[in-house]
């Protein structure tokens, strides 16, 4: 994830079941032995301990699948970690579900990037969505040390007859031209018979902010349709509200409850402890969204021992909502370094509140904030 940090994430080693790393462990309640009913339901709980970035969690059939940003595997790179379980607490051993072979000519072979997968169904077949560096396309970056000039990032689908692939690329990126310092993060949205793609366009790389936006997909799922529409900047809301996204929006999940459409979003910055999660309350799939004040609902906070919580995906399995995130073993305080800092998967259990009588809903992360008392 994220420029100057994917290469050092990517060296964060893991290998064979346990999931053995040199890293130290990521603090929290362990998820292992816990029933399904109680996961997540009083607090987080620690599910992988180890790199697991930008984690995606889907059900297939009777099968968990928890797709991640690629990590080094046995000494050779993996593009996107794929681990299974029956039960959420135990993880089989990673393995790849987008092969280097698989990337299509756009991607950049030499320094591909592969960030941020999620999955869906469609149709007969499953349809992964990822970013990567383009292997002609730039952007003009600003670090502190000056400009200098990178591969910018598209989105790409790749397919699959099954959920665990290894999934094949398709020719040409789902959406890149438009934004000329790039697109991250895709997620997939269905609501009846449309779909939907969810993006950040990842500007503050070389601008003051950044934006989410929304996009219609095709019935097959690879191809966008018709014009963006911008749903949230980072600066959008009240500076009260908004002061705490820094210069990042990103990672957008869309959740449809009761009729009514939420917005999940990451932001701040990803590599240090005030990386955080919000929800935005939107008129349809496509905005407006609005910013009901009481952000963020999942952040760093004394009560429990999550470091920089983020990246969420949202799981409805039966009567139970799980949220899950990726979260830090210690503040890397923007200086990631391999084999002592990683993004463990956690999950929790997402509730939804009713502030007011007959207002509307609000999700809740359980232990993500603070209870009263400690305010």
């Not at 869906?120 to 969505?129: A, D, I, S």
């Not at 396309?137 to 692939?165: I, K």
């Not at 438009?178 to 449309?194: E, K, L, Q």
């Not at 799981?315 to 800092?341: I, K, S």
């Amino acid at each position: 994830m994220r420029a100057a940090f994917a290469v050092a994430a990517m060296l964060l080693a893991s290998s064979g079941h346990a999931y053995q790393t040199a890293a130290p462990s990521c603090p929290g309640a362990s998820g292992r032995g816990v029933s399904i009913r109680s996961l997540g339901a009083e607090q987080p709980h620690l599910l992988i301990d180890a790199n697991f970035p930008d984690p995606f969690v889907a059900r297939f059939g009777r099968t968990y699948h928890a797709y991640a940003t690629g990590n080094q595997v046995g000494g050779g790179q993996m593009n996107v970690q794929l681990v299974r379980s029956r039960n959420l607490t135990e993880w089989g051993e990673a393995i790849e579900a987008l092969p280097a072979a698989s990337l299509p000519a756009w991607v950049d072979r030499n320094h591909p990037q592969v960030w941020a997968p999620e999955v869906m169904q469609v149709g007969g077949r499953y349809v992964l969505y990822y970013n990567a560096r383009h292997v002609t396309l730039t952007r003009t970056e600003t670090p502190p040390s000056g400009p200098v000039v990178r591969h910018r990032h598209c989105l790409g689908a790749a397919v699959s007859d099954r959920p665990e692939g290894p999934f094949l690329g398709t020719d040409a990126p789902l959406v890149c031209t438009d934004f000329p310092n790039g697109v991250i993060d895709a997620s997939v949205f269905r609501d009846g018979g449309s779909l939907y793609l969810y993006y950040k366009d990842d500007s503050n790389c070389c601008a003051p902010g950044s934006a989410i936006y929304a996009q219609g997909l095709s019935e097959d799922g690879l191809a966008a349709l018709g014009p963006a529409v911008r749903l949230i900047a980072n600066n959008d809301s009240p500076e009260e509200h908004d002061d705490w996204e820094w210069r990042v929006v990103e990672a957008p999940t869309m959740v449809k409850r009761d009729g009514a459409y939420h917005l999940f979003y990451s932001g701040n910055f990803y590599g240090n402890k005030n990386y955080a999660v919000a929800s935005l309350t939107c008129a349809s799939p496509r905005g407006p969204c609005r910013d009901p004040g009481d952000n963020p609902i999942l952040w760093s906070h004394k009560e429990t021992p999550l470091i920089g919580p983020g990246h969420q995906s949202i799981l409805e399995d039966g009567r139970r909502t799980y949220a899950f995130f990726h979260a830090w073993n210690r503040d890397p305080d923007g200086r990631e370094q391999p084999n002592v800092h990683k993004r463990c998967l956690y999950v929790s259990r997402l509730q939804w509140d009713r502030p007011q009588a007959g207002g509307p809903e609000r999700p809740r992360i359980v232990g993500g904030e603070p209870n009263e008392a400690a305010r």
